[in-house]
């Protein structure tokens, strides 16, 4: 799995574990008509910054292998794009209902190891190539990617705030 689409799956676990639908994308093939109001889940940019000096985050202590060991690491931010569609039959109020419900979401917390630093809605309109209502929400994330390394000092991969590996 790519690191783009873990971070849209991390979203996408969030929601879907605080009661929203959810789906990272519409699938390839011909789909279903929606029976209810659904949050598409899309990266619309990703920034990374240093962390500290030389990406230094500290010592941290391993309990299972007994021994301190160095972390490294940079910031990251992540923009989500959220699209969320209502069927004609829950209209734009479904709509409307669903970005209130991802506001609610998104005010208690955000996806695992990230923390939500800001978002926006737009309005909500008719997409006429689907045939749904649509609103837009864009939620700004801020998270600490932490390396995972051997003993050797080879790096492994990444951890989000040892929440979402990468």
Not at 33 to 44: F, H, S, W
Not at 72 to 98: D, N
Request: proline letters at 3%.
């Amino acid at each position: 799995m790519t690191t783009l689409t873990t971070l849209r799956q991390a979203m996408t676990d969030y929601l879907t574990a605080a009661g929203i639908p959810a789906m990272t994308a519409w699938p390839m093939e011909h789909r279903q008509e929606q029976k209810g109001p659904v949050a598409v889940v899309q990266i619309k940019e990703v920034e990374a910054s240093a962390a500290g000096f030389q990406n230094y985050l500290g010592q941290s202590y391993d309990d299972i292998a007994r021994k301190w060991t160095e972390r490294y690491g940079q910031r990251v931010t992540v923009k989500f794009l959220l699209t969320l569609y209502s069927p004609r039959s829950a209209g734009e109020e479904g709509c409307r209902l669903l970005l209130d419900k991802v506001a609610a979401a998104l005010l208690q917390a955000g996806p695992a190891g990230f923390a939500v630093e800001k978002w926006a809605m737009g309005e909500t309109d008719f997409d006429r190539n689907c045939g749904m209502f649509r609103g837009k929400l864009q939620a700004v994330c801020r998270g600490t990617l932490v390396a995972v390394t051997e003993e050797s000092g080879e790096i492994l991969g990444f951890e989000v705030k040892g929440e979402i590996v990468l």
